[in-house]
């Protein structure tokens, strides 16, 4: 894999690095998955005019509360919604694969962001990238999310290992990812903020109480803050504490999924 070049961002640890490029490449994942990167910008990976078509369709189509964030909206369910629960697990993989065909079809005639991610992964992989699978089972992907003008989306961890405890496929990651296509972005805010910190599950739960995460005032300054423009890519270390600014006038609309990391010498995987 070629020589990655990298910028340093203005941060309070040197650590911490992001780079901006017009196609994603093979070593960036390598470097995101080495902590060498926290976050990876690929601009106008979706034309803009396309993203706000299906900006104004999937507002159309309806976003519902997350069962377990309710002032976090969106199409689709996440696993992490399902909390270990049985009835919630096999909710969650019975609609699936109806809920892929629907956002593909409200995409027409335009590929789905997803769908165009999904191939982009295969494509540039050595080892290819597939849908991630439970028990023989294929998980989601392709998840839009609301967050609307004013909401802070709080301070947290994504960890796949804690949503899924006791599967080996959770388990076996080295790595994982959040990856966002932005189809509309608020008139100021909506800003990924993160911290060059990783918090242990069993410590965050206990700083976290009943709520989903933590006021963003309780880790201080971000390391890193990225306002990413309608069509652009993001991918980004989502064990480490992340959030989401608080944004004016329009919605913050993406379409996210989570990649996960086992190696040089091993495929990708992705679901939502």
Known sequence: MEALAVE???APRESVLKITADQLKPNMIVALAEQKLAVIQVKAFVPAHVCALLAERAESFGYSSYLNVPSVRRIGMAFYETEGRTDLIEQYFSEAQQNVRDFRRACEP???PIDIFRCTLDEIWPYGANLQTLDQ???????SRMVSAGTTFLAHHDIFSEDARGCPEAASLKAQFGANVYLQMPE?????LMWDREIPAAEFDRMRGNDYGLPIETLGPPDVEVRPEPGDLLIFNSRKMHAVSPGTGRSRLTVSCFVGYRGKQQALTYWS
């Not at 089972?137 to 998840?143: D, E, H, P, S, T």
């Not at 100021?188 to 990924?192: H, M, Q």
């Open 110 to 112: 335009y590929c789905s």
């Open 137 to 143: 089972r294929k998980m989601y992907i392709g998840l």
């Open 8 to 10: 340093s961002i203005v």
């Open 188 to 192: 100021t805010g909506g800003a990924l």
